[in-house]
């Protein structure tokens, strides 16, 4: 994956590459994957150095903050399931649940959002 700032420095031949993603984010790794997969020649560009877009983290004044989401559905039935699938990755990654998955804190109170939804409502009822 190259930079903006490397991408100026080379001179790409025409007809090096079949597709150039702008973008390594989610959509454009993923749809890179197909068309690799496809056997197309694929260029991956972004404008930061590393890949993930809103799936990873940064740093600012020495703290670490994940701009990532925060709820990844579908693992275990769903698109997200049959991408790793036809990608190959299923093995390679593995998703790990949390409960609670995040917490919501409030001037007065705190609650958690559960990975039971039940439990969830629960919370919800019992702080409210």
Known sequence: MLDI???RSLKIMRKTYDVITIGAGISGLVSSCYLAQG???VLVIDEQNKPGGYC???Y???FRFD???HYIGSVK???LKIVLKE???QKDIAFKQFDPTDQLIMPDTMTHIRANPYDTLKDLQRTF
Do not use: D, E, V, Y
């Open 5 to 7: 700032t490397q991408l």
């Open 67 to 69: 701009a990532g989401p």
């Open 60 to 62: 600012r004044n020495g």
């Open 56 to 58: 990873s983290s940064f």
């Open 87 to 89: 990608l190959g990755l």
């Open 39 to 41: 056997g197309i020649k």
């Open 77 to 79: 039935r769903g698109i």
